[in-house]
């Protein structure tokens, strides 16, 4: 995690650290729950039923919200409390657009700079997903999710711009939303797509530092899981 977003809100990112207050584990728990779909874009948030759900209290779950609302994935109305914050296809576009001009930026900065300690943390994470993918049946979506951002977030690693990675990291939050919720599938799942072709082709670009091959392949890689999710979600309408 960036040291600006430390500077922000310190939260542990990983599936096996442990939050290290009541505030940490609600945002997690409630920002895990909206990403889902758990709690659905729109929803209304009621303070005096989720603390109990979340086993926090009412000042703990305002802060974790509030948080939220920082990450754009809760909306405040006024003195009406929180919602979940809505999905719409020109957002899912404004998030893929601002996505790739950004992270494509980044990785190749990051290709530009990364020293051994970068590369070895880019095959580390690429031969983590790589188990993930190579047994579709059997794997599990969360895992895929956390191996995926892990693969993302190490390809622009040695990018020096805190600012570019905490956006990112939020902007990665939106897109795991829209998949999650209009897809229900991992993108490893798609038939017809060979998304592990996808990131070897960004990997291997990438750690050859080919420069403009690895963005073209990212941004490629991107549009292409915007296009699925467009498509599924204009399918849901027509039916």
């Known amino acids: 995690m960036s040291s ?5 809100y310190p939260l542990p990112e990983t599936a096996t650290a442990v939050p290290r207050t009541l505030v940490e584990r609600a945002y997690l728990s409630l920002r895990h729950d909206v990403v889902c779909g758990k709690l659905a874009p729109g929803e209304r948030l009621r303070v005096e039923h989720l603390k109990d759900q979340y086993e926090v209290g009412a000042g703990t779950l305002r802060e974790a919200l509030s948080l939220l609302m920082s990450d754009a994935l809760v909306t405040a109305e006024g003195q009406r409390g929180f919602r979940v914050a809505p999905i719409s296809l020109a957002d899912l576009e404004d998030v893929t657009n601002t996505r790739v001009m950004l ?67 939020i902007l ?68």
């Open 4 to 8: 600006l977003k430390q500077r922000l």
């Open 172 to 239: 990665y939050r939106h897109a795991e939303r829209y998949r999650t919720i209009n897809w229900k599938l991992t993108a490893a799942h798609v038939s017809g797509r060979d998304v592990h072709r996808e990131h070897e082709d960004i990997f291997r670009a990438a750690i050859n530092r080919q420069e403009a091959r690895a963005a073209l392949a990212l941004e490629a890689h991107v549009r292409l899981t915007h296009d699925v999710v467009k498509r599924q979600t204009q399918q849901k309408a027509e039916n």
């Open 103 to 169: 992270e494509t930026e980044a990785l190749r900065q990051s290709i530009r700079h990364g020293d051994a300690h970068w590369e070895a943390a880019l095959v580390a994470s690429y031969d983590l997903l790589t188990q993930t993918e190579s047994d579709l049946a059997g794997s599990d979506p969360d895992l895929w999710e956390r191996r995926n951002k892990a693969f993302h977030e190490a390809l622009i690693g040695a990018c020096d711009s805190a600012w570019a990675k905490y956006i990112l990291d």
